[in-house]
Structures are given as C-alpha cells and as structure tokens.
C-alpha cells in the first residue's frame, strides 16, 4: 500500500519489545511511536493521528497509572475526537474503567493480542471517520443555502436536489409533508436560492393565529377599520414586498379568505380593511401544509381554483421514518449544537441509545428526535447519551444492531410460520427453498421443536 494511503496510528508504549511487535502489527495504519507522554503530544502533533493506543503504565510512574492518565487528559484536550484506547495489565481494570470515564474510547487488557487489537483499532477508525463526515456536513450545512436540512438518504437528497431546480425560479411553490418534518427549512432554502435572497423572508402560519385576526395579518389594515385600529397598519404580504411570502398551514386558512387570496395571486395587489386603494406586491408564494388539499377539496373545505394557483410546484418532504440513515445522523448533529449551546460535553450515544433512535417511528419527525435530544443534553448525567436519557423505557423493544441476531430472528420467523402453515417438515422444507436435512439443522440451531413429529405421535 502506498505511504500516503496507510492511515496514521499512534502507539504510546515503553517495553521496546512490545513496541516492535506493534509497529509492523497493524495492516494498512502508518504507525507513528512514542515512550512518554511529551513524546506521544509530539507525534500526535506531527501524525495528527485519529486513534491512539496508550498504555497507562508510562515513565516515570511505570508501576502506576497517574502518568497514563495524564497523558489521556493532555490528547483529549488537544485533540478532543481523537479515539483513545487504553492498554492496562490484567489486574488494572480499576484504572481502565477510570480512563473510560475520562473519555477514553476503549481498553483492552494485556497480554497484547495483534490481532483482537487491531479488530479495536478498526472499529475506532470506522466511527471516528463516521462522526467526522456528520462534523463536514453539519459545517457543510451552515454555509449553503440548504442551511439546517442534514440527511443522506436518497428520499431527502432528492429533495434537496429538487430545491436547488426551483429555488432560482419565480414558481409558487406547495411543500407538503407532516408536521415536525422541516418544512420552513425547505421554504427558506428557496428563498436564500433566489435573485430575492436579499429582501425579506416573512413567514405567517394560518393555523396559528384566530380566524378573525388572520385577515387583517396578511392585508393589513386602514386606522378606524374596526375597533382598536387607530393607526394605519401593513400586513405580512406588504412588508414581505420584493422578497418571499411563506404561508404555512395553508390548509387551516378560512374559506372566506381564500377568495381574497386568490384574487391578490392573480393580480399581485392587496387592499388593506378598510382601504379603498389596491396596492402593488412584487412578492414570491411558497406555502406549505401537513394536510390533504385533495381530500378538503371534496369536503368543499378547499378553494381548488386556489390549489391551482398555489401548485405550480409540489415539493414532498418525507418523514422520518421513510429517510433510510437520518437518523443517527440527524441525532449527532443535534447532539453537537446543543452541547455546545448548554456547555456539555458527550461522547456520542450508547449502543442501546442508537438501536432506540433507529428502531423508533418518530410521529413528530424530525421535531422529535431535536426534543428528544434536547432533554438528553439537559439531564444526562454520563459522558454519553443513554436510552433512558432519551425518554425511552424498557418497555421499548429496540431494533437489534447485531447483524447474527436479526439473521437468526429472521430464520425463526420464517422457519416457525412455514411449519406452522404446512405441519410437514418435507413441505415446509420445499417452501422455504432447503432440504429436508438442512431445514432440521437450521431447527436445531434455533432450537426450534419438531411440532409434526409430536403431533404424529399423539395421533
């Protein structure tokens, strides 16, 4: 493998003899070395190694852990997300679990093993260059127009895609997707993608504000229209005149009112209550809804010559549940504001932690999963986020993570539902696609019972 291709890894140990044996040890690492804690900060200075192997047991406290951990404390500090694993003797896990608690990564208890070492040092590099791509697209995030929307999966990239087609136009734009599932972001990404960019964003939510007040928000409003009026008064179209109008929950406007909206999106002009004047607003139309305009339509809840106007574009947004990956990735970078934000300091989640992110529907979306996060931040009391941190309880059955285990739950559904249909093992052996032998060994792993057999002796 080339020089520059080998992935760097730093090797604090004393015993020359055990630092030969690592040094060629580790296939594919560039292995950098060091004896002492001011040696291991200059070779992680000079490697900028993202894992590091260190025993706790360095000169000139060989005997005891002090100087271990003091080595451990100076490499977080410089380099905090770097992944640390802690190499102790056999009757040292007192100090192991202490250096755990410290931040380390991982330990690992000697006599050194190269290989089950090495099998540590890969899963530490794996999730070390995970947690840096989340780091690069929440920096990412932050200086484009897609400011806030973080995902990977397919379904929400391809709607990203479809924001960076239509931000530039002047298309009225519809969002539609449920509740907590990011809509304003999507909104505001068109917006910042436009020639309008510049001039203001003004949001309004119909379903936030009472039906008797929604009209003189968007219009405005002349003084001594109604009661209280006692000065003349722009509404939200007007201010948001040269830049983009954002209507969300369109859905909840009153019917009354959409005929008037629907006379301002075919001729640009308002008047205000209580105004004679038409007035000129050079402004774009995204709206948004978590509801079924087709199905209001039909209960003549929905203007549909308004739909019309409104959808010249339709843009989905999936939930939370439909975006294979986001998740974890959504949680991560939640996890990394809002520490920041409170002045905590984690280290990720616990497995029992993602297995209940990744395993949970998440109704509220993506809104959810940042409360979730927010309690987490707020009340736990580790150094990683736990499940209960989260909210979630032990009635929560959590997705397994373990790839043997699902396989074999897998198995024994599909082995238990074919015995089931067919009480023969010959024919559910055919329909599962295995031999008869293969079918019962398959049984016998999964301890599976033989019910035809029992049933043929009862008969």
């Not at 975006?323 to 002045?343: H, P």
């Not at 905590?344 to 979730?372: C, M, Y």
């Amino acid at each position: 493998m080339a020089e520059n291709k080998l992935k760097p890894l730093l090797v604090v140990e004393d015993n020359p003899g055990l630092q030969k044996q690592l040094k060629w040890a580790f296939e594919g690492y560039k292995v950098y070395l060091a004896s002492d804690r001011e040696t291991a900060m200059e070779q992680l200075a000079k490697s900028a190694a993202p894992v590091v192997t260190l025993d706790l047991g360095l000169p000139p406290d060989p005997a005891n852990a002090s100087e271990g951990l003091e080595a451990l404390s100076s490499i977080l500090q410089k380099a905090p997300h770097t992944k640390v694993i802690v190499v102790t003797g056999n009757d040292d896990r007192a100090n192991a679990l202490q250096a755990v608690s410290l931040g380390a990564y991982d330990f690992y208890q000697k006599p050194v093993d190269p290989d089950v070492l090495g099998l540590i040092v890969d899963r530490a590099y794996s999730l070390y260059e995970l947690e840096e791509e989340n780091r690069r697209l929440v920096e990412n995030a932050a200086s484009s127009p897609l400011d806030g929307i973080v995902g990977a999966s397919s379904q929400i990239q391809a709607a990203c895609r479809m924001v960076e087609k239509v931000g530039p136009s002047e298309s009225t734009t519809l969002i539609l997707g449920a509740s907590g599932t990011g809509k304003e972001l999507f909104a505001r990404s068109l917006h910042r993608l436009s020639a309008r960019k510049d001039k203001p964003f003004v949001a309004v939510n119909c379903a936030a504000i009472p039906e008797n007040l929604l009209e003189s928000e968007l219009f405005g409003y002349e003084k001594g229209a109604f009661t209280g009026a006692v000065k003349q008064t722009q509404g939200k179209i007007e201010f948001a005149n040269g830049g983009t109008f954002f209507l969300d929950e369109v859905g909840d406007m009153p019917m009354q009112l959409q005929a008037k909206m629907l006379r301002f999106l075919q001729e640009r002009v308002i008047e205000r209550l209580g105004g004679r004047k038409p007035i000129e607003v050079d402004v774009r139309i995204v709206c948004a809804t978590h509801q079924n305009l087709g199905k209001l339509i039909e209960e003549q809840l929905f203007r549909e010559d308004l739909y019309y106007r409104i959808s010249e574009i339709v843009l989905e947004i999936p939930p939370l549940r439909e975006r294979e990956g986001d998740k974890v990735l959504l949680a991560q970078t939640f996890l990394n504001r809002l520490s920041e934000e409170n002045g905590r300091s984690f280290r990720g989640f616990t497995d029992d932690a993602l297995a209940q992110i990744e395993s949970h529907d998440w109704p509220g979306n993506v809104r959810e999963l940042e409360n979730k996060i927010k309690r987490a931040v707020v009340l736990a009391d580790g150094n990683q986020i736990t499940a209960e941190d989260l909210g979630f309880n032990s009635d929560n059955e959590p997705l397994s993570l373990n790839l043997r285990k699902a396989r074999e739950e897998a198995e024994r559904r599909v082995i238990q539902q074919a015995l089931s249909v067919y009480n023969n093992i010959s024919h559910a052996a055919d329909a599962i696609g295995v031999s008869r032998p293969s079918l019962y060994n398959l049984m016998k792993k999964l301890g599976i019972a033989d019910s035809s057999r029992k049933n043929a002796k009862n008969g």
